[in-house]
């Protein structure tokens, strides 16, 4: 069964530029949820969709978007990149349905804004 | 607001001895979940064990296993017969219930575990 998969796996940016993220949830994982992880303020919450809606966003500037797709594969767009932004993002997919279901993660994708 | 807090960012163990890893959280509410996940250099986030707040058994998974004080709002982690495959950051993670439109995680700053040989 395959795992979570995050691409690009490495990404150097250039300030001002925006960049995407995709992630490819577990067969059958409606939910997915990103995550920014840096060092200082560890790992942080950005949004969750399900269905095609996002359902929770973190306390991120509109700069952080996702969206959802039919196939529930996800994307996460950065507008306007920020030398801050540099930080390893994280994708989490799961079951719903009301079960205590743990998140699966991907190996993230390692962006650096320079 | 949940809080969850990992005061050791550090901690070693010897190969094959026991370890714990301690976790205390702050929340309002009285159905939660708690996670421990483990993140190796690979970077990719592995669940090592779950706990549903509800249930007064302790989880227990092969080696690791948790003491979960509700009233103190504690949740550690005990591995047993430490393995070199153990070293890695771990990080303690609260979940509000699924019913509750707050279904994210909230992490710990973690704890760097290494493992003497």
């Known amino acids: 069964k395959a795992g979570v998969t995050q691409t690009p796996r490495y990404l150097i940016k250039t300030r001002g530029q925006q960049v995407t993220l995709s992630c490819s949830p577990i067969s059958g994982h409606r939910s997915v949820s990103w995550y920014q992880q840096t060092p200082g303020q560890g790992l942080q919450f950005l949004f969750e969709?399900?269905?095609?809606?996002?359902?929770n966003k973190g306390n991120f500037p509109g700069r952080f978007s996702g969206r959802q797709f039919s196939n529930s594969r996800s994307e996460m767009n950065v507008s306007t990149l920020e030398l801050g932004d540099s930080a390893l993002y994280l994708c989490?997919?799961?079951?719903?349905?009301?079960?205590?279901?743990?998140?699966?993660f991907g190996s993230g994708t390692r962006l650096t804004v320079v | 607001a949940q809080t969850v807090t990992q005061s050791q960012p550090e901690m070693s163990v010897q190969e094959a001895e026991t370890v714990t890893l301690s976790c205390t959280y702050d929340t309002s509410e009285s159905d939660y979940y708690l996670f421990w996940y483990k993140q190796p250099p690979s970077r990719q986030m592995i669940l090592v064990i779950r706990q549903e707040a509800y249930k007064q058994q302790n989880a227990t998974e092969n080696r690791f296993s948790v003491n979960f004080q509700k009233a103190a709002k504690s949740f550690s982690l005990k591995i047993s017969d430490s393995q070199l495959g153990d070293a890695a950051m771990y990080f303690c993670a609260y979940r509000s219930p699924p019913t509750g439109a707050n279904s994210k995680l909230t992490f710990g700053k973690g704890i760097t575990l290494s493992v003497r040989p």
């Open positions: 989490a997919s799961r079951r719903t349905g009301g079960e205590n279901y743990g998140y699966t």
């Open positions: 969709y399900f269905s095609e809606t996002q359902r």
